[in-house]
């Protein structure tokens, strides 16, 4: 059964920094490009940013470009984002997504989990 397992949500405030985790099981990890996405109350799910399975190569939205970093780990099953410089509209739900391929869209993801809450007082 494949399970990723998001962590390290909360609050901050603008100007901070948080890191989230994603374990993931059941699955190739090292074969999977991950991602990462957000949905805040009211709007679509969108992409934050995506890496290969190799973690060479990494993709990011206009809106977190030089302030979030994705990075991975694959001899412990687990992908990161760093956030810095936090904004109030950065506030929603966080999710890791495993797939095919690395885009910074939902479609070719396969594998989601349940997600963490991140909200950025101003």
């Known amino acids: 059964q494949v399970q990723l397992v998001e962590s390290g949500g909360g609050l901050v405030q603008a100007g901070g920094s948080l890191r989230l985790s994603c374990a993931a099981s059941g699955l190739p990890f090292s074969n999977k490009a991950m991602g990462w996405f957000r949905q805040a109350p009211g709007k679509e799910r969108e992409g934050v940013a995506a890496?290969?399975?190799?973690?060479?190569?990494?993709y990011y939205a206009d809106s977190v470009k030089g302030r979030f970093t994705i990075s991975r780990d694959n001899a412990k099953n687990t992908v990161y984002l760093q956030m810095s410089s936090l904004k109030p509209e950065d506030t929603a739900v966080y999710y890791c997504?495993?797939?095919?391929?690395?885009?910074?869209?939902?479609?070719?993801?396969?594998?989601w989990g349940q997600g963490t809450q991140v909200t950025v007082s101003s």
């Open positions: 890496i290969t399975w190799s973690g060479h190569m990494t």
């Open positions: 997504a495993a797939g095919s391929v690395a885009v910074v869209s939902p479609q070719p993801y396969a594998y």
